[in-house]
């Protein structure tokens, strides 16, 4: 598995004009390829095949006239709309590689990850609709050209995608870069044909990045074909996507989940780009009404959402017609069996709900849907068709029987295995995060069981933040089905990790909860906390410390809870966190928490 196999090795593709031209399906010209959707009502605009194949043709060649070609990056600093699915397009269909970021991010995390690649061209926009309110990025934009035209960005493309929010050309201009509106970039490549690279299997795609909570964010370099066989898999064999299928997959441009959902183009598939607030303008029944007047098929969303509706007891299939409904997928987090059940009462019956499981490492999933398969709650339905998983042990690494819980690997190689991570040291960093742990498998960093029963997969949290008090192994995922299931109302978030310092016998699991509005913490709450563990789990579970988290549990900027760094903080270890920590005064907490519980 190490070094990468170049799989298919001697072929030639373009992912662009695999997405534009679905080879598997026949799409009329004048369908309805994408529909952009914000949170304000009425703000929807469809793009036929056609425009879009025309959009795409426009901005790759006005690319090609400003000097990019195969191998160059361009990045995007832009929300979920059409502009942007035509940018990573167009670097595509030249053969440059397409990295985003979502305008909600911070300069510094921008920069930590952009300096590294060094992008010739940044797409960004002018600003961005949240929550009913507009919010100009044009300031950011200006701060993120200071640190990178020294390091080769000539040209910056800006999207208008707020109408009340200044475009900041002709300061852009003032820095020395080639600044252009969207629409006129778009017209300045003449009339050059739609042309696409014919590139090896394992041409550079995309660049993601790792959450990089202790250090500067991994670069991580995803592959045309690796990318684009593994989605098309996914989309058809797994999801039954085709080109009567509507997908919306409520996601950034940051998120692996966007790469993964535009995909479905290749299959026909109609995308549905909505950037906003999930609860705007209807609250709990926004995505809703949007599902129901778009007669979206596959919806993809966080278990955080999902919960959300749970406890506030959002039944949106009672007052909406979401009968095309057919998936809907959670990912982020292990999604809660009680939630399962919720969403088959909440939603039509039929649908395929599916937790699902993989990540930016591989730009696709180790666990997957399946349409065939049933339904069982708190479980992954199936392992991914040509994924090798399995679940070994901590320490030897040998397999463990069904029902025992163990590290998740996977025992050959796969094509969205990245080619390598970017940078002088890439290789080797490549190799350390995911073979040095078990000879010769891959390593993916997740705690996870495999059902006796069922077959299904159930992820127990990451594996380095398992929990581990007397020798008993579990995970996290553990205590919050819990906290979900019978504290909804009082308990907003928790985060729990096991500590251990050096003058420790033992670890000691620590939990500490975020209060649902202005519920107040109190000791009769830790005491029904410990008594619902005990009885539900085993004394072994019960936390050693419940505590209220003054400032908010610790997240990154995409919304998953950083268990690793407040673990290392608790133990005394110092860790320096980065700008990938969307809430860092929370972590600031954890640590005068530490210095005071000593």
């Known amino acids: 598995m190490f070094p990468r196999p170049d799989f298919f090795e001697g072929a030639l593709l373009n992912v662009a004009e695999n997405l534009l031209f679905p080879g598997n399906a026949e799409v009329a010209a004048s369908a309805t390829a994408v529909i952009t959707v914000t949170e304000a009502e009425g703000q929807r605009v469809s793009t036929t095949w056609a425009e879009l194949r025309e959009?795409?043709?426009?901005?790759?060649?006005?690319?090609?006239?400003?000097?990019?070609?195969?191998?160059?990056?361009?990045?995007?600093?832009?929300?979920?709309?059409?502009?942007?699915?035509?940018?990573?397009?167009?670097?595509?269909?030249?053969?440059?590689?397409?990295?985003?970021?979502?305008?909600?991010?911070?300069?510094?995390?921008?920069?930590?990850?952009?300096?590294?690649?060094?992008?010739?061209?940044?797409?960004?926009?002018?600003?961005?609709?949240?929550?009913?309110?507009?919010?100009?990025?044009?300031?950011?934009?200006?701060?993120?050209?200071?640190?990178?035209?020294?390091?080769?960005?000539?040209?910056?493309?800006?999207?208008?995608?707020?109408?009340?929010?200044?475009?900041?050309?002709?300061?852009?201009?003032?820095?020395?870069?080639?600044?252009?509106?969207?629409?006129?970039?778009?017209?300045?490549?003449?009339?050059?044909?739609?042309?696409?690279?014919?590139?090896?299997?394992?041409?550079?795609?995309?660049?993601?990045?790792?959450?990089?909570t202790t250090g500067l964010p991994k670069a991580i370099v995803h592959t045309a074909l690796g990318t684009l066989i593994q989605h098309k898999k996914e989309h058809i064999l797994h999801c039954s996507m085709g080109p009567a299928s509507r997908m919306l997959y409520y996601t950034t441009t940051s998120w692996m989940m966007w790469h993964w959902s535009i995909s479905a183009l290749a299959c026909g598939t109609t995308l549905i780009l909505y950037s906003g607030s999930p609860f705007q303008p209807h609250g709990h029944l926004s995505?809703?009404?949007?599902?129901?007047?778009?007669?979206?098929?596959?919806?993809?969303?966080?278990?955080?959402?999902?919960?959300?509706?749970?406890?506030?007891?959002?039944?949106?299939?009672?007052?909406?017609?979401?009968?095309?409904?057919?998936?809907?997928?959670?990912?982020?987090?292990?999604?809660?069996?009680?939630?399962?059940?919720?969403?088959?009462?909440?939603?039509?019956?039929?649908?395929?709900?599916?937790?699902?499981?993989?990540?930016?490492?591989?730009?696709?999933?180790?666990?997957?849907?399946?349409?065939?398969?049933?339904?069982?709650?708190?479980?992954?339905?199936?392992?991914?068709?040509?994924?090798?998983?399995?679940?070994?042990?901590?320490?030897?690494?040998?397999?463990?029987?069904?029902?025992?819980?163990?590290?998740?690997?996977?025992?050959?190689?796969?094509?969205?295995?990245?080619?390598?991570?970017?940078?002088?040291?890439?290789?080797?960093?490549?190799?350390?995060?995911?073979?040095?742990?078990?000879?010769?498998?891959?390593?993916?960093?997740?705690?996870?069981?495999?059902?006796?029963?069922?077959g299904g997969l159930t992820m127990l949290g990451r594996s380095d933040g398992v929990l581990k008090p007397a020798g008993v192994r579990f995970g996290s995922a553990e205590i919050y089905n819990l906290l979900t299931r019978f504290f909804a109302g009082e308990v907003d978030d928790a985060v729990c990790v096991g500590r251990r310092r050096d003058a420790d016998r033992d670890e000691v699991v620590c939990l500490f909860v975020a209060m649902a509005g202005d519920k107040p913490f109190s000791p009769s709450l830790r005491d029904r906390i410990r008594e619902v563990i005990r009885r539900e789990l085993s004394p072994r579970h019960v936390p050693g410390v419940i505590e209220e988290c003054g400032a908010g549990i610790p997240k990154t900027s995409n919304g998953k809870k950083i268990e690793v760094a407040v673990k290392r903080i608790l133990s005394g270890i110092d860790v320096k966190t980065n700008t990938s920590v969307a809430n860092p005064e929370a972590l600031v907490w954890f640590r005068e928490w530490a210095a005071t519980h000593s």
């Open 287 to 454: 995505l809703p009404k949007l599902l129901s007047a778009l007669r979206v098929t596959h919806f993809g969303t966080s278990a955080a959402y999902l919960t959300a509706l749970e406890t506030n007891g959002v039944y949106p299939a009672r007052s909406l017609d979401l009968s095309p409904l057919q998936a809907i997928y959670s990912t982020a987090s292990p999604l809660p069996p009680s939630t399962f059940s919720f969403v088959y009462e909440a939603f039509p019956p039929h649908v395929n709900l599916a937790s699902i499981t993989g990540g930016t490492d591989i730009i696709s999933l180790f666990g997957a849907p399946c349409p065939l398969l049933p339904v069982h709650a708190g479980e992954i339905q199936c392992a991914g068709l040509g994924m090798a998983i399995a679940v070994v042990d901590p320490a030897s690494g040998a397999p463990v029987p069904p029902g025992a819980d163990g590290e998740l690997v996977c025992t050959r190689p796969f094509p969205c295995q990245p080619l390598t991570f970017w940078g002088r040291e890439g290789a080797a960093r490549y190799r350390a995060s995911y073979f040095e742990r078990f000879a010769g498998v891959w390593h993916h960093g997740d705690f996870a069981r495999v059902g006796a029963r069922t």
């Open 55 to 212: 959009a795409v043709r426009g901005c790759s060649a006005a690319l090609r006239a400003a000097g990019l070609g195969p191998g160059d990056v361009v990045a995007g600093f832009v929300s979920n709309h059409v502009q942007a699915l035509v940018a990573m397009l167009s670097a595509a269909a030249l053969g440059a590689v397409w990295t985003g970021i979502s305008p909600d991010t911070g300069v510094s995390a921008v920069l930590d990850r952009l300096v590294q690649i060094e992008p010739k061209a940044l797409f960004a926009d002018n600003g961005t609709l949240y929550n009913g309110k507009s919010w100009s990025s044009t300031g950011k934009t200006s701060q993120i050209v200071d640190e990178l035209k020294p390091k080769g960005l000539a040209l910056v493309i800006v999207v208008n995608n707020v109408q009340d929010v200044a475009l900041g050309l002709d300061e852009l201009h003032s820095k020395g870069v080639a600044a252009k509106e969207y629409e006129s970039f778009l017209q300045s490549g003449g009339n050059a044909l739609l042309r696409f690279e014919q590139l090896p299997p394992s041409h550079p795609l995309y660049v993601l990045y790792s959450s990089g």
